[in-house]
C-alpha cells in the first residue's frame, strides 16, 4: 500500500527502450503488460510475478478501475499467464473481488495488494491481498482500526489454485490466525512469497501496531496453507518487505524503510520469532521509499556455495526512477557495480517483482505510471558473460 507521490507519466501502449549501462549489450526493449485505460481499467499496479511448476507465468496485479488511488476503492485483484516465457498473454483474470458485500457497493469492497506464492512440493498456488469494508472516502492505512471483524478492520484474504491458474478458490480469511486484535492493519507483502527448502511456505507481510508504528514481518504455513502462523515485528518504521531463503537455512526479510536512503535488511533462523540485523542493512541497496524485489537464483555453476540473489527496485534515493537490477553471487552481502543493469530511466510508481524463467532468464513486471512492464533479462546480459 503506496502513500501519495507526485511521478512524471510515460506514454502507455508503447514499447519501451531502456539506457543500457555496458556498451557491449545492445538496449533492452520492454512491453506494456495492461496499459492505462484497457479493458477500461484507470491503472494497474502492485506487481507479483511467479514461475509455476508447469513453467507458466502468472502476473498478479491491482485492477483499479476508476483511478490510480490506494484502498478504500473499487479495486480487485487480477492475473495474466503466459505459456512461452513472456512472449504472449492471455486475456486477464479476475481471481479476487468482494463484490457488494454487506450491503456496501464495490467501491466499499476493495481487495489489492497482492502477493502470489507457488508452492514448490503440491503445485498450489496461493495468492493473498487485503480487503476494506466500509471506510468511504479515506485510505484504509490510516482509517484501518483495531479489531477482527471487517467492520473495523483490513482483512487478511488467501485464494489457491491447483490447476496452475486455471480456475481459482473462493476467498479464504485467515485474519483470525494471525492479527493481533490491538493491530490497526495486518497486510501482506506485496510482491511474492516462497517456499523453503523445508516445504514452509513463507509470504512477507507488514501491520500497524497499537500506537500505529508499522513493522515488516513474515506469514507461513507448515501445513502446506491448511494454518497459518506470524512471526514478530523485525524492525520499527519498516513495512513493505520481500522474502528470500540464504544457503544456510535462515530468511533474510528485505525491507522499505521509511527513513529513506536504504533498504533495511533483517535474516530469522526461527521463522520471525527473532530478528538480527544483517551487515547490509541501511547501506547496501539504496531506495526512494519504495517497494522492492529479491529473488534466489540457481548458481549456474552449481557449486553449491552461497546463493546468487537478485534485486530489483527505484536505483536512486529521492525519486522512483532508474529501475535497476542488481545481482549478488555470495547470499546478499555484496552488490557488485559490474552486477547491475539499468532497465528504465523514467520515472514511475516504481514497484517491481522477479521470476526465474529458467537457467538462464529473469522475468520482471514493474510499474511505470498506471501501466505494468514485462522484461526479460539473460544471466550474461547481466554478468557480461
Known sequence: MDTGVEYLALDSGVRLESEETSPSITKKVGMVLRGHNQDGVDTYRIPGLVTTNEGTLIAAYDIRYDNAADLQGDIDVGISRSFDGGESWEPMQVIM????????PEEQNGIGDPSILVDDQTATIWVAALWTHGMPGERAWDASEAGLAPEQTGQLMLVKSDNDGRTWSGPINITRQVKDPDWQLLLQGPGKGITMSDGTLVFPAQFKDKDQV?????????????????????????????VVELSNGSLMLNMRDNRGGARSVYTTDDLGKSWQKHPTSRSALIEPVSMASIIQFPDPQGKGGPNWLLFSNPNSTEYRKNMTLKLSKDDGMTWPGEYQLLLNENTGYGYSCMTVIDKHTIGILYEGVKELYFQKITLQELTGK
Do not use: V
Open 97 to 104: 473481488d468482494m463484490k457488494e458485500w454487506g450491503g456496501l
Open 214 to 242: 508499522p513493522h515488516a514481518t513474515i506469514i507461513y504455513s507448515r501445513d502446506h496453507g491448511k494454518h497459518w502462523e506470524i512471526g514478530t515485528g523485525a524492525k520499527a518504521n519498516t513495512t513493505e518487505a520481500q
